[in-house]
C-alpha cells in the first residue's frame, strides 16, 4: 500500500504539509471532497468536524499503510474525540502545526492529540520555515521503499 490518510480539522494545514512534502507549491485550496494522489489521501476537514462523516475516514483507512493526525497550535479546541485514533486498525502519528505563530500552544496540541488516543512522539511543524519536516520527510521514504519492494 504506502499510503497515508491526513485527518484534521479545518485549516489545520493537511494540504499544505502534502506540497511541501511532495516539493509543490504551497498554496492554500480548500479540500472539498478526498483527493487522492500517488502517497496521500486529503480528507477535508470536515470530514473530522462533523461526526456523521467518521465512517468516511475509517473506510479511507483500509485504503492506507498509516495515518497522519493533525492538530493546529494556534487553536484552543480539538475535532477529535476521546480516545478517536482506536477506531484504526493502522499505526498513526500526530503532527502538530504551525508552531511558529505566536498564538501556537504546543504543550496544548499535544494534550489534544494525546487526548485522541494518539501516541508520542509528536512532530511539531512549520510551514514558514520548515520546522519539523525532516522527520516526516524520512517516514515518508521509509513507506515508499516499502511500497516499491
Same mark, same amino acid.
Given at each position: 500500500?504506502?499510503?497515508?490518510?491526513?485527518?484534521?480539522?479545518?485549516?489545520?494545514?493537511?494540504?499544505?504539509?502534502?506540497?511541501?512534502?511532495?516539493?509543490?507549491?504551497?498554496?492554500? &485550496?480548500?479540500?472539498?471532497?478526498?483527493?487522492?494522489?500517488?502517497?496521500?489521501?486529503?480528507?477535508?476537514?470536515?470530514?473530522?468536524?462533523?461526526?456523521?462523516?467518521?465512517?468516511?475516514?475509517?473506510?479511507?483507512?483500509?485504503?492506507?499503510?498509516?495515518?497522519?493526525?493533525?492538530?493546529?497550535?494556534?487553536?484552543?479546541?480539538?475535532?477529535?474525540?476521546?480516545?478517536?485514533?482506536?477506531?484504526?486498525?493502522?499505526?498513526?502519528?500526530?503532527?502538530?502545526?504551525?508552531?511558529?505563530?505566536?498564538? /501556537?500552544?504546543?504543550?496544548? /496540541?499535544?494534550?489534544?492529540?494525546?487526548?485522541?488516543?494518539?501516541?508520542?512522539?509528536?512532530?511539531?511543524?512549520?510551514?514558514?520555515?520548515?520546522?519539523?519536516?525532516?522527520?516526516? &520527510?524520512? &517516514?515518508?521514504? /521509509?513507506?515508499?521503499?516499502?511500497?516499491?519492494?
Amino acid at each position: 500500500m504506502g499510503k497515508i490518510l491526513l485527518i484534521g480539522g479545518i485549516g489545520v494545514g493537511k494540504t499544505s504539509l502534502k506540497q511541501m512534502l511532495m516539493n509543490e507549491h504551497v498554496s492554500y &485550496r480548500k479540500t472539498q471532497v478526498l483527493d487522492f494522489s500517488q502517497l496521500f489521501i486529503d480528507c477535508p476537514g470536515e470530514y473530522l468536524e462533523i461526526p456523521r462523516f467518521y465512517h468516511v475516514l475509517i473506510d479511507a483507512s483500509h485504503q492506507v499503510s498509516e495515518i497522519w493526525a493533525l492538530q493546529d497550535a494556534t487553536k484552543q479546541r480539538t475535532f477529535y474525540p476521546p480516545k478517536f485514533a482506536k477506531v484504526f486498525n493502522k499505526p498513526i502519528i500526530g503532527i502538530i502545526t504551525k508552531v511558529d505563530l505566536a498564538q /501556537a500552544n504546543v504543550e496544548q /496540541a499535544s494534550s489534544y492529540l494525546t487526548y485522541a488516543g494518539i501516541p508520542e512522539p509528536f512532530y511539531p511543524t512549520s510551514i514558514i520555515d520548515e520546522k519539523g519536516y525532516g522527520p516526516l &520527510r524520512m &517516514r515518508l521514504e /521509509a513507506l515508499n521503499e516499502f511500497r516499491n519492494h
